[in-house]
Every structure is written in structure tokens, then in C-alpha cells.
């Protein structure tokens, strides 16, 4: 079933999920009065919203993608601190998904409504693990929600590079993703050296001051790099895409699908969301008896919890 609103508590809306109780919005699209943000990726967050609310992760992270332009106002929480808006109770809870990343538990008239934004359940070293949250509607991401994905062990996946004998290019997001690559590199392939791309660098910094050490890295330069017989160099898409023609490196990109969007030798097959057996076993650990789906193709969850006594609905 396709619905457009959660037990009229939240309402899907173009610009994003609208919560007219509290009178704000989880996640939007485009700049509104008021904004939950799960996680400071550019599909969740976006700049020049006038008041926004989120953890203390995403608020450093926000500030350095957006500048003076991430918000008029920003209201940053701990994880477990809760905080009220128009009698909407809130409260921030890990999601396992980047730095700051957040689930969004919002309590109102005796019902409890989760929001996860993108979340994943696999071991990261790189951020906060997931925290399980009991809720009474559910809303959750649906990015990999079919049987055909199961996520392999990343550590297994990491050390795929050291079967090159050569230097290696991983395309990664520069947030989270570049992050997440370079701890595990550090920590399991400890003979390859590991090259971070100058627009990455201030997240990583950004990851290190909060208490979440990614292991030994340098600056890329261009010489350092070609010096180095086993150097790893660790580069966002868009300049990834540059090294399409290039012969004399190995060419990886790191994400949860299948096949990549950019052209390379191989995949490295860790993602930064769940899977279909933990989706599975969130929904399970929430106890909620209604979930809605967001974010990717709820079809086959549906289909497949039909037979349950959990109501599984589509927003769109």
C-alpha cells in the first residue's frame, strides 16, 4: 500500500517528511523554518535552512561542507538528549551510518515514532555504532532492501588490495566512505601507504578530533605517490573518473552495489548501509507494528512481511 502520511503524525510532502505537530521537517529537500537532519550527506542535508536541529557530528560536518550558509541557527544535541519542539519530544539515537549520523525518535501523544535516516548495522570503527531504538511506527531507508544484497565481511573485502602488486586508486565519498577505507586500510593492510585527496583531508581531520582515529595517512602529492610501489590513494568520484584511461594503477571503487557508476578494475564491496538480513532485523528489534519506507524500493519488504502481523506501507 502507497500512503502519503504516518498515523497523521508525519506527512510526505515534496520537500520532505512534515511533521505538523512539532511544525518542522526531517530532512527536506530544499531551505525550510525548521529541520531535523539525520546525517550531513547532500541528499539529507541541505544549506541555508533557517533553524536546524541535529547531533554534534553532523553539526561539524554541516558547517564545514555549507560554511556560513549550513544554517541561520543550529541546534546541536548529544546522542540520548532529548529536547522538545511544540510538544514533540526528540532525541537523537546512533545510526551507524557516518560521523553524527542519526536516528530520530520523536514522542507524541503516547506513541513513539522512529525516523533512522541512512543506517547500517556492520562493525565501522569510523563512527558511532548503531543504537537499537523501540518504536511504535517506523520509518526507514530501504536502499538495499532485497534479498539479492548481502554485504561481505569489509575486513575481507579491504584485504582484496593486497592481492595488487601495484599502486591502487579507490574512488570513495568523501564523507563517511573515504573515512571508514582509510581505517580499515590502516589497521589491516599495514604495508600498503595510504594517500588522502586534499578535498578529503578536512574530513578526516574533522573525524580525528572526535575520537575516532583512521590509523596513519598522508596528503597526497603527486610525487610522494608515484614514489611509492604500494601506495593506496584515496580520491572522491568526481576526480576518480579522471584516471578512466590509466594503465599503470589498479582501479577500485568502494561502494554496496553491485556494479559502479564509474569505470574500474574492481569493486571493493563495503557499504555505509543495511543490507537485507539486518534491515530484516532491525524492523524485528524496534517492535514496531507499523513500517513505512523511505529512501529506496520498499516492494519486496512489503511483499515479503505481508504474511506478518507488521504493517509494511510505502511513502511516496
Not at 36 to 62: E, F, M, Q, W
Not at 69 to 95: D, M, R
Not at 100 to 120: C, N, P, V, W
Request: aromatic fraction near 12%.
Amino acid at each position: 500500500m502507497q500512503v502519503t502520511t504516518v498515523n497523521n503524525f508525519l506527512t510526505y510532502t515534496k520537500t520532505g517528511l512534515y511533521c505538523r505537530a512539532g511544525d518542522f521537517f526531517l530532512d527536506p529537500k530544499k531551505p525550510v523554518l525548521k529541520a531535523l537532519i539525520s546525517h550531513a550527506h547532500g541528499d539529507h542535508a541541505v544549506p541555508n535552512n533557517k533553524k536546524v536541529y541535529c547531533t554534534l557530528g553532523t553539526r561539524l560536518l554541516i558547517n564545514q561542507r555549507f560554511n556560513a550558509s549550513a544554517a541561520s541557527e543550529i541546534h546541536a544535541f548529544q546522542y540520548g538528549e532529548s529536547f522538545n519542539l511544540n510538544g514533540v519530544k526528540i532525541t537523537f539515537h546512533p545510526a551507524g551510518h557516518i560521523l553524527g549520523s542519526a536516528q530520530i525518535l520523536m514522542e507524541h501523544e503516547g506513541e513513539r515514532y522512529l525516523y533512522t535516516g541512512d543506517f547500517k548495522l556492520q562493525q565501522d570503527e569510523s563512527c558511532e555504532a548503531f543504537q537499537y531504538v523501540e518504536c511504535d511506527h517506523l520509518i526507514t531507508e530501504t536502499t538495499f532492501a532485497s534479498p539479492d544484497y548481502s554485504h561481505p565481511d569489509p575486513v575481507e573485502e579491504i584485504r582484496k588490495i593486497m592481492q595488487s602488486q601495484s599502486r591502487v586508486l579507490i574512488g570513495a565519498y568523501a564523507v563517511g566512505k573515504a573515512q571508514r577505507i582509510t581505517q580499515l586500510l590502516t589497521k589491516n593492510c599495514p604495508d600498503r601507504e595510504v594517500f588522502i585527496h586534499p578535498g578529503i583531508v578536512q574530513y578526516h581531520k574533522i573525524y580525528e578530533r572526535e575520537n575516532l582515529p583512521l590509523g596513519n595517512w598522508r596528503v597526497y602529492r603527486r610525487g610522494d605517490f608515484l614514489s611509492s610501489e604500494r601506495g593506496v590513494y584515496i580520491l572522491p568520484p568526481t576526480d576518480f573518473s579522471r584516471y578512466s584511461r590509466a594503465n599503470d594503477i589498479y582501479k577500485m571503487f568502494a561502494t554496496g552495489w553491485k556494479r559502479s557508476f564509474y569505470k574500474c578494475d574492481g569493486l571493493l564491496s563495503i557499504s555505509d548501509h543495511a543490507d537485507w538480513n539486518d534491515l530484516l532485523y532491525m524492523i524485528k528489534k524496534s517492535g514496531a507494528r507499523n513500517v513505512y519506507t523511505l529512501h529506496g524500493d520498499g516492494n519486496q519488504l512489503k511483499e515479503y512481511l505481508d504474511s506478518s502481523e507488521i504493517n509494511v506501507s510505502i511513502l511516496n
